[in-house]
């Protein structure tokens, strides 16, 4: 049998050789970076909450924690971080976090967000596989993001240049009754959202799409409020005014936009809605312009929103080629567009399929109601007013009413024109006169209200809020008209008028400035 003895020096030797190895490994600090732990971080969770609510441009967030450590504390590094596309990122620098909510596209909206922080010892080097590994994390935060609860009224209005939209803040123009708000006018409303940035151009139109519910810091649904300029359209945010884009989105397919919008019109949530853009008319969910290979049209920039009943009619508008009306059923996935046929009821001198003459203005007088439309007739020059009931079971029997213009007072003069529902709501102005127009009462007019020979009306409109025929979000739908005006120096002023239902007589609520030359106006109920 082998003798396997090994003697004790030889065992000495072999351990020398192994520690004095193990002492090499050590020393050669010139092939691995050791480094320290770091001392204790401690976050005091007594020194911060874990929930905040605040609002959009309005609240600054601060919260300024205590932080333990049992080194040098100017060796620390602090980064306040937020989630967002599915990681973490830096939101600010410092311990004590001071941040204006809405200044950037780190919350650009109302929502739910989460925040942390993270603390560092600036010496410790970075793990490339692991950059959190030398971090300590705070609690996870929630910051629920609110907005202000801006009701009233929002004017467009510019210099001729570029344009802003305002907000007037007054009980008159409050969506609810028993509501109650401070007076205030906010002649920048839309641009102090938007770091400062104006609109481009001379102002057309605004015109808001869509409802939304809110719970806290939840939203339900979509809202967005477009404005049309001579020079580019904006989609806004209806709740904050945040730009979001362009009125492309209306357009399943958003390459199809012109940039020509003329004119939109819409109906409860925004379903019924429709667009003359560049002459051609989209309806409902704009899946591309009305077609019809008989008809070659080229829309005036009005359009009247029927929308009553399948089989019938959802918008109107008048074609400048033909001279003639023109219709599309009530289906929102609808793309065709048809003619009237011949008037068929006698006595009545209005043929909706061969008018000659030009459409000077339309306006739907409320939803289900009648349509009224201002014509120049071709052969003699002389304007007309043109009554239709474009929701008639039969097609050929639209035509209500022919009322000639030609003998009303300053009638050569007339610049604006406003229709509401009933019979006596109708108006017409001049520079600076206002005329009640009784077209169905002895077809006379009368003057109802002068403006100060200093100042131009830019503009008139009866506020019209409706989701059907007897229901509104806007308690003084149909019961309200706004006129403005601009003086010498540019300076705008909007005059506030309630409507007499009954007799269409009008009386003066208050007056607001503050504004540049105002082009358009639309009720704020969210």
Known sequence: MQNFNIKPIYILAVILMVTAGLSGCYKDKGNYDYQPLPPGISIDTNTYGTSYQKKLNIDSLIIDPVISYDGDTSKLRYEWQIWKNLKYTKL??????????GKDDFIPSIGSYSIRLAVSNKELASDEVN????MVFSRIITLSVLTEAYQGMLVLHGDGNQCDVGLIQDNFFLPKGGQTVKTAVISDFYSSFNGGEKIPGIGKQLEKIGLVTLSGST?????????????????????????????????????VASGKPGSMKSIAEGQNKSLVDDGRLFYGTFVGPLFNPDIKYYAAPYVAVIAWSPDKRGAVIFDNISKSFLYCPYNTSTSSIDRFPANAVSGVNLQPNNMNADLVYMEARGRRYNTLAVMKDQPTGNKYLAEFDFTAE????????????????????????????????????TSNKLYQYLFQGGNLAAQAYAFPANEEITMMKIIKYEFSPSSTYYQFSNKQMLISTVDSQGHGKIYAFAINEISGAISLKGTFDGFGRVYDVCVKDQ
């Open 92 to 101: 600010q620098s410092g311990r004590k976090l001071r941040y204006k909510v």
């Open 131 to 134: 950059p959190n590994a030398n």
């Open 219 to 255: 939203v339900t649904g979509s809202s967005n409020i477009y404005i049309f300029t001579d020079k580019t359209t904006v989609r806004a945010d209806y709740l904050i005014m945040q730009k979001k884009g362009d009125y492309s989105f209306l357009f399943k397919i958003p390459s």
């Open 394 to 429: 039969d097609l050929g029997r639209v035509s209500v009413g022919r009322y000639p213009m030609e003998n009303l007072p300053d009638q050569d003069k007339i610049k604006h024109y406003a229709f509401g529902r009933e019979l006596n709501m109708a108006y017409y102005a």
